[in-house]
């Protein structure tokens, strides 16, 4: 079964930066695009950042163009987000997702917390 497991979220301070990971596992992982979304309090779920399946096409929020960066290594069924310059606004839960089969799955989410 399809499976995906964030990690690297925390609190950090404006300014600093994150990587966040999510190990994939249960489907061809290189066949797929790959999303990041984030979920915050009393707030509807927004995508961040989405990724094709070879990697070489990407596509940003404008709110984090720029700041944040997707890539995936498809030997480790791996999927990154960098994220640099965070503000607080970019505290949420940030979640991983694929669409298989027209069906879309997400990970259990990994809480990133920006204050100071």
């Known amino acids: 079964q399809v499976q995906l497991v964030e990690s690297g979220g925390g609190l950090v301070q404006p300014g600093g930066s994150l990587r966040l990971s999510c190990a994939a596992s249960g489907f061809t992982f290189s066949g797929y695009a790959m999303s990041w979304y984030r979920q915050a309090p009393g707030k509807t779920r927004e995508l961040v950042a989405i990724?094709?399946?070879?990697?070489?096409?990407?596509n940003y929020a404008g709110s984090v163009k720029g700041r944040f960066t997707i890539s995936r290594d498809n030997a480790k069924n791996t999927v990154y987000l960098q994220m640099n310059s965070l503000k607080p606004e970019d505290t949420a839960a940030y979640y991983c997702n694929t669409r298989y089969r027209l069906v879309d799955f997400w990970g259990q989410g990994t809480q990133v917390t920006v204050s100071s």
């Open positions: 990724i094709t399946p070879t990697g070489d096409n990407t």
